[in-house]
């Protein structure tokens, strides 16, 4: 039979929380789509449903052939090789004891003289040579990605579950995870917010708080539609918010004419004119109209706040969240940053970083490139200070914040209010409400635990604490930060940037976030 993955009345809750997925029902056939959704969507929780890594409280998950999972961050306990990851230590131990003529003839029956060659082919195809027995601690973050990559094709599974495969990877890795893409003859199902890599997929299916969406065709098809979705919406909600002020508007105007006709009675009781029993009679009959038409009126008012709110939550869900960033004042002749002579590296013996010289004027945008392992983030660490040079000298100018890709300046155990009053001394709790709500954290999020937010959320809240002070420092710093964020996140935090007048230092791997955020300047390494 088919490939094929069906999810059917799924349902699934994190521990104490409210569920991420309920009666939820999808299939997937054998083809590439792309899982994408805001971070805690729940992208890849249901990877790890289909993977039978997770079970579901309820409903049913199928998959029809052998399946593989690449998670996002390739986990390597102390010790582990290339051949662990692999799973194959065992088998290529029993192969040097066999070519060792340790082995005896029932060994030799089961060994596999064919697994070398096949572990080669297949780090090759993922672009890495290295032996089995490397150390996973001596791979960089790409270069473990590749191997994991690797990895899944030995086992060459019918279905490929891949978690952000191209966060870590430079140039070559995101070309290699593409051809990998491009060539699979099974089915993929590839949680990503890499434009580049979705443009290669053949559906993409959008996990939102409505639930899940399936669209045809690449990544450009899809966020036309998605623009198409969200006009509309915004024109509903312009519809319901109308229907709304008509509906009070009525309800005002019978308030006041209900008000003149008990004015009009009142004045005809005290001049007598009319008999008390006949004006009972009239006020009995309009009092019983009034409380049809009150009832009716709202009746209609509660139908129309039910609509507005539904058309406001369907806007919401499709409009990206809005991160502000205040001006810095920079003036635009201003030293910034300079390097004279900078020699350094984590290994003083053998520095990443030579004799590199650099000046940095006013609000410039320089980008670091070049292959993993090439010393950009040595170069962050050492222009940050958290790295010394073993020569030359590196002065800063201006206020400067860092933000690494895993946030690290965030306490997993702290709440985002206390984070900001940490990392800025002497704020008030209106500014770090103020801060963070300029970030898209609003009233109780102030609240929430960095443990418990998403890998985009981290990220968004390390920002409102590096940049949401008034004014933000005049340098910043970024190592890769869009490896965690959702598509609408990346927009905002493009966007963000965008309006940022300060200077830059970026490190990425994603061309179109580059270009969208005008970088001025590039500074290659390693080559």
């Known amino acids: 039979m088919p490939v094929s993955v069906s999810l059917t009345n799924l349902t699934w809750s994190p521990p104490d929380r409210p569920p991420l997925f309920t009666d939820l029902t999808l299939a997937f056939g054998p083809e590439r789509t792309g899982l994408v959704g805001r971070n805690g969507t729940g992208k890849s929780t249901l990877l790890h449903l289909v993977s039978g890594a997770l079970a579901p409280a309820a409903g049913q998950v199928q998959v029809r052939g052998s399946c593989a999972l690449l998670r996002q961050e390739v986990i390597d306990r102390p010790g582990d090789t290339i051949a662990d990851l692999f799973g194959v230590t065992a088998a290529l131990a029993l192969l040097d004891r066999a070519a060792a003529g340790a082995a005896d003839a029932r060994v030799l029956a089961e060994a596999d003289w064919t697994l070398p060659a096949r572990i080669e082919a297949a780090l090759a195809r993922c672009g890495l040579v290295a032996d089995p027995g490397t150390p996973l601690a001596q791979l960089s973050g790409g270069q473990r990605v590749r191997a994991a990559l690797a990895s899944m ?207 940095l004027t006013g609000p410039e945008r320089l980008a670091l490139a070049g292959p993993n392992g090439s010393g950009k983030s040595t170069l962050l660490a050492l222009v940050s200070g958290a790295l010394t040079p073993t020569k030359g000298s590196v002065s800063c100018h201006v206020p400067m914040a860092t933000l690494d890709q895993h946030v690290t300046l965030l306490h997993s155990e702290e709440t985002l209010h206390a984070a900001f009053l940490r990392r800025v001394p002497g704020s008030d709790a209106n500014t770090a409400h103020a801060a963070l709500a300029r970030f898209g954290f609003r009233a109780h999020d102030a609240q929430r635990r960095v443990a418990d937010l998403s890998g985009g959320e981290r990220l968004r809240a390390g920002l409102a604490c590096t940049l949401g002070t008034v004014p933000p420092p005049g340098l910043l710093i970024l190592d890769e930060p869009t490896n965690h964020l959702d598509l609408d996140s990346l927009a905002e935090l493009e966007g963000a940037l965008q309006a940022y007048d300060g200077a830059l230092i970026v490190v990425s791997h994603d061309p179109d976030f580059l270009e969208a955020i005008g970088i001025t300047r590039t500074l290659r390494l390693g080559g």
């Open 153 to 359: 094709f030995l086992a060459a599974p019918d279905v490929l579950l891949l978690d952000e495969p191209t966060n870590n990877l430079d140039a070559d890795g995101r070309q290699a995870v593409a051809e990998i893409l491009a060539g699979w003859r099974g089915a993929v199902i590839v949680a990503s917010h890499d434009r580049a890599l979705l443009e290669q997929v053949d559906a993409i299916v959008e996990l939102t708080g409505l639930g899940a969406t399936r669209y045809g065709g690449p990544y450009s098809a899809y966020r036309a539609l998605k623009d198409t979705e969200l006009a509309a919406a915004e024109q509903h909600l312009a519809h319901a918010e109308k229907t709304r002020d008509d509906a009070a508007a009525r309800a005002r105007q019978a308030a006041e004419r209900k008000s003149r006709k008990d004015a009009a009675g009142r004045r005809s009781r005290g001049t007598g004119s009319q008999g008390k029993m006949l004006l009972d009679k009239r006020r009995e009959r309009a009092e019983g109209t009034l409380g049809a038409g009150t009832r009716l009126r709202e009746a209609r008012a509660e139908a129309a706040d039910a609509a507005l709110r539904d058309a406001r939550d369907r806007v919401e869900v499709l409009q990206p969240i809005q991160m502000e960033i205040a001006p810095t004042g920079l003036p635009a002749g201003r030293t910034v940053l300079q390097l004279d002579g900078v020699t350094g590296g984590h290994d003083p013996a053998q520095p990443v970083i030579r004799d590199l010289s650099l000046t």
